[in-house]
């Protein structure tokens, strides 16, 4: 178990990270997520130990890593670390690297040198990257390489595996099959993961729990669906679920849209947005009616062609809400006028109505 | 599953106090070795008579030789920086723009005149311009003198016009070609091109070249030495060199006004240059673009090719062939005939002076020691430098450019007042030693180490040693199986420079060497003042061969090396 208490990092003046406390549970996969800037790298490289916290302290299980006065070295911590740029030794092949962290990981277990050729062997068989052993990284591909810097860091069997943005150096096709083999892998190993990213995708697909942070401070933890489903924050709301925050007024158990009387029911909506009288509508909640409809009126600005779904913004007294449809509803053009609603809420218009405008 | 700790791993941590203690040691180490020669000097000069006063410089600035001195010193220096800007840029735009052929052989070429030593070049050119040269058919008035200040000019702006072409060529290959087409395709013709978008584009890099090439310009010795003196044309630096080897009574204090008055200059022109390359640094993101951008008809483009090897053969092989055959002939002024051509003066300065040879093991030795201690240190400050930003490593850096971008006169003569009394009352007796030559070698050339040191760090992923560190490796493990192995190219060219630049000194060494301490340049340097050509270019010869061979034997190990780590 990893415990984080009123960690805190400052740069001079300016604080990267501010008052975060957090419990990793043993083999959790945790994914941080955020914008660049956040302090998501922070924590990470705090949990490395490649830097002191200003205040604050970590443990791993009974033992205090880190707090501000003291703080373990990054070879004394039972981790392994996966880097945004690989970090593989240009002067090394494929095997000597993975011998490298054999030999010096003092967590590993202790192998003689026939039980280590079967490991490096194990491990490489592992990550798929058997045939290569002999390769320098030069003569591998971006893929290869990522493989390579994983198989590095598994191949001692550390408790913790920490991950800086492992897959944002990679094609997009390439991520989405890399997104796989690693949560195979950590079902394997049975290892604590911290992974940190940008992407929600990757965030929301991989993790068992997603910590959302801004500036330097956790907005929400919970697991994927919740964190989508039920945002805590205005920015949890926005950048996770994409959502549009529509303005208006919370009495009771109903929404009041600005500008208009109609009413929209709570389905969960957190206490923070209601204090901000804010209502989240992600972008394929939306409802596209007729003008005469019942809901807010708006005029399309742009629609465009997405492949399996159509894309709107959908412009409503000055604000401009997105929509996302599946193509199977007939499209809206551009100029159009139309009637927004939120899916599930009453509405007077038939089905009918809807299909066959 | 149970999280284990090592229970030492905690109470490692120190004292901050105590932490930055080494740093404080080292900075006193670097201010001692660096700085206080610097302050001696100019505490000399406002000195007289054991008292604080300007009379020094008063008396120093109304004498009319000075001024005459500073006018001869602007105007070669001024002549000579323009004449290396022009081959430097011209070279330049040739070599990054054009389709010429055989580019990584005229390379070579022009980098040949930048690691032979400028006394020498200048011995060359004197051969080649000599009755007994090559030219020597043609009427008196069609051969230049280059004892003269035009002859001074002309043989330092060809000494160093690779300075400036190396700047230059590389910020002319990193301007994005699509800015270029952009131009053309607003209707810019070929020549606005290059006036409104190539040359302001590539201004900080050409403004940091002249720099440097003024900088060298001013800091040169052996060319006014050799060319300047026997024809009574003095510069600051043979100006300065000629009070302190003068010994007179206030000669000391004389000469540090000198040196102050060029020291400012040059610290000056540096502080620019810096700034300039600052400024470039804008484009260093972009990778260069080694494909050449104008297509030549094939006529125009051999024509040009001729006249390039033309240039480049008549600037860096023809005046060393001119030397080489002066120094097979048997007396100075006989014709070239194979009669008269022996290997009497080699075997004379090997065999028979014994100065030659123990100037020769003076010089490898001291180069060596330099290098060797250079590359401990240097490397060790770099790492520091590497990985700690703030205001006293960058102060530290400027103490230890210093001595670099001084004058070679004004810092030997910052070293003699220094060590003759380092601290009050502590007579080391190091001077008119060759631990004196060691001594100046360090303080001047430790920067350049340090320099190839810290590009080979920044040119290493930080990743790298943090990956080794989260696999378990300590610092020595790390330092050992990762750093060093991909640092030690650079480390090594730092340290391979420190050591040619050593062995071949003359400015600081003729300055500081004693009988028994003679280095290569100062023998080579007296050979030539007392008129003894055959030796002076039997010896140059000698050492050019030397240089040549160091150089190639460099360039194919560093070709294997790269090999290492590409093959499959």
């Known amino acids: 178990m990893i415990t984080l208490r009123g960690l805190e990092k400052h740069y001079g003046k300016t604080s990267a990270l501010s008052q975060v406390d957090l419990t990793i549970r043993d083999g959790e996969f945790l994914a941080i997520l955020g914008p660049s800037g956040c302090g998501k790298t922070t924590l990470l490289r705090l949990l490395a130990g490649f830097m ?53 990981h003092r967590f590993a277990k202790k192998r003689t040198a026939a039980e280590q050729a079967d490991r490096v062997t194990e491990v490489l068989r592992l990550v798929g990257m058997e045939s290569f052993r002999k390769r320098y990284p030069t003569a591998l591909s971006g893929g290869q390489q990522q493989r390579v810097a994983l198989a590095r860091a598994i191949a001692p069997e550390p408790d913790i595996l920490l991950m800086d943005e492992p897959l944002s150096a990679l094609d997009a096709e390439l991520r989405i099959s890399m997104r796989k ?75 009041i849209p600005a500008g208009s009387h109609y009413r929209w029911q709570d389905n969960g909506v957190s206490e923070q947005l209601k204090q901000q009288q804010f209502y989240p509508v992600r972008p394929e909640e939306w409802q596209l009616l007729p003008p005469d409809a019942e809901g807010l009126k708006g005029e399309v600005i742009i629609s465009q062609f997405q492949g399996t779904e159509r894309h709107y913004v959908i412009r409503v007294d000055g604000q401009e809400y997105q929509a996302s449809l599946p193509i199977s509803v007939p499209a809206w053009r551009e100029g159009d006028l139309l009637t927004l609603q939120v899916k599930g809420m009453e509405t007077a218009v038939s089905r009918e109505k809807i299909l066959f405008r | 599953m149970q999280l284990t700790m090592k229970s030492r791993s905690l109470g490692e941590g120190t004292h901050t106090a105590f932490r930055k203690f080494p740093v404080l040691i ?98 060359a050119w004197v051969q080649f311009f000599s009755t007994s040269g090559p030219l020597g058919s043609l009427p008196d008035w069609l051969i230049p003198n280059l004892y003269s200040s035009g002859g001074i000019i002309f043989v330092l702006g060809i000494s160093h016009y690779p300075l400036v072409y190396l700047m230059t060529v590389q910020v002319f290959r990193r301007i994005h070609r699509d800015a270029e ?10 020549f606005t091109c290059w006036r409104k978008v190539i040359l ?91 494909e050449p951008r104008i297509q030549l008809q094939p006529i125009r483009r051999k024509l040009l090719q001729t006249l390039l090897w033309v240039f480049l053969l008549g600037t860096s092989l023809v005046p060393f ?211 003894y050509s055959t030796y002076s270019t039997a010896f140059s010869s000698l050492v050019v061969l030397t240089i040549l061979f160091g150089s190639v034997a460099y360039l194919f190990i560093q070709r294997k090396w790269k090999q290492r780590g590409r093959k499959v």
Request: proline share 4%; with cysteine; glycine share 6%.
């Open chain 1, 52 to 104: 002191k916290p200003t205040a604050g302290s970590i443990q791993f299980g009974e033992t205090e890593v880190a707090n501000s006065k003291y703080c373990s070295k990054p070879e004394n911590r039972n981790i392994g670390m996966v880097f945004q740029s690989f970090a593989l030794w240009p002067h090394m092949t494929v095997e000597e690297h993975i011998r490298f962290s054999l030999k010096n």
């Open chain 1, 181 to 255: 083999e690693i949560k195979q892998i950590h079902k394997k190993l049975a290892a604590t993961i911290i992974y940190v990213t940008h992407d929600q995708g990757e965030a929301l697909a991989m993790a068992d729990r997603v910590l959302v942070m801004q500036h330097g401070q956790i907005e929400q933890t919970a697991a994927p669906e919740e964190i989508y489903q039920h945002p805590k924050t205005p920015f949890v709301a926005t950048f996770v679920g994409k959502a549009n925050l529509v303005a208006g007024t919370w009495e009771e158990n109903h929404f």
């Open chain 2, 26 to 123: 080292g900075l006193l180490v670097l201010i001692f070795f660096f700085l206080l020669p610097i302050i001696r000097l100019v505490s000399m000069s406002f000195t007289s008579a054991e008292s604080f006063s300007v009379s020094a410089y008063s008396e120093v600035l109304q004498e009319s030789v000075t001024w005459k001195t500073l006018g001869n010193t602007i105007y070669i220096v001024a002549g000579s920086t323009v004449i290396s800007m022009i081959l430097g840029i011209t070279m330049a735009a040739i070599m990054a723009y054009t389709d010429v052929r055989g580019k990584a052989m005229m390379q070579l070429f022009i980098y040949l005149p930048f690691i032979i030593p400028s006394y020498i070049t200048t011995l």
């Open chain 2, 181 to 190: 087409l952009a131009a053309f395709v607003s209707g810019a013709s070929r």
């Open chain 2, 200 to 290: 302001p584009m590539a201004l900080p890099g050409i403004c940091s070249g002249g720099l440097l090439a003024f900088l060298s310009n001013l800091d040169n010795f052996g060319v006014p030495a050799i060319l300047g003196i026997p024809a009574n044309i003095r510069v600051l630096s043979t100006y300065i060199y000629e009070q302190v080897i003068g010994y007179g009574p206030s000669a000391f204090s004389r000469a540090a006004v000198l040196s102050v008055l060029l020291g400012i200059v040059a610290i000056a022109a540096t502080l620019i240059q810096v700034w300039f390359l600052r400024r470039s640094k804008v484009t260093e993101t972009t990778v260069p673009d080694h």
């Open chain 2, 321 to 531: 062939l001119a030397m080489a055959t002066v120094s097979l002939i048997q007396a100075y002024g006989v014709d070239l005939t194979w009669e008269n051509i022996s290997l009497e003066n080699y075997r004379y300065i090997l065999f028979e002076d014994e100065k030659v040879l123990r100037s020769l093991s003076n010089s490898m030795l001291l180069g060596f020691i330099t290098a060797i201690i250079c590359l401990v240190f240097g490397t060790l400050f770099a790492y520091y430098r590497f990985h700690k930003s703030g205001r006293l490593p960058k102060a530290m850096e400027a103490i230890i450019t210093m001595p670099y971008a001084l004058p070679g006169t004004v810092l030997a003569l910052c070293i003699i007042l220094m060590w003759m009394q380092p601290l009050p009352g502590w007579y080391p007796g190091v001077y008119g030693t060759p631990v004196i030559l060691l001594i100046a070698y360090i303080t001047r050339f430790f920067v350049l180490q340090f320099r190839g040191s810290y590009t080979a760090f920044s040119q290493l992923d930080v990743r790298m040693e943090e990956a080794a560190r989260t696999n378990g490796a300590n610092l020595f493990g790390r330092w050992r199986q990762i750093v060093l192995p991909l640092i030690l190219p650079g480390v090594l060219s730092g340290a391979l420079l420190v050591f040619l630049t050593s062995l071949t000194e003359l400015t600081v060494s003729s300055m500081l060497w004693s009988s028994g301490a003679e280095t290569v340049g100062v023998i080579i340097f007296s050979f030539e003042q007392a008129g």
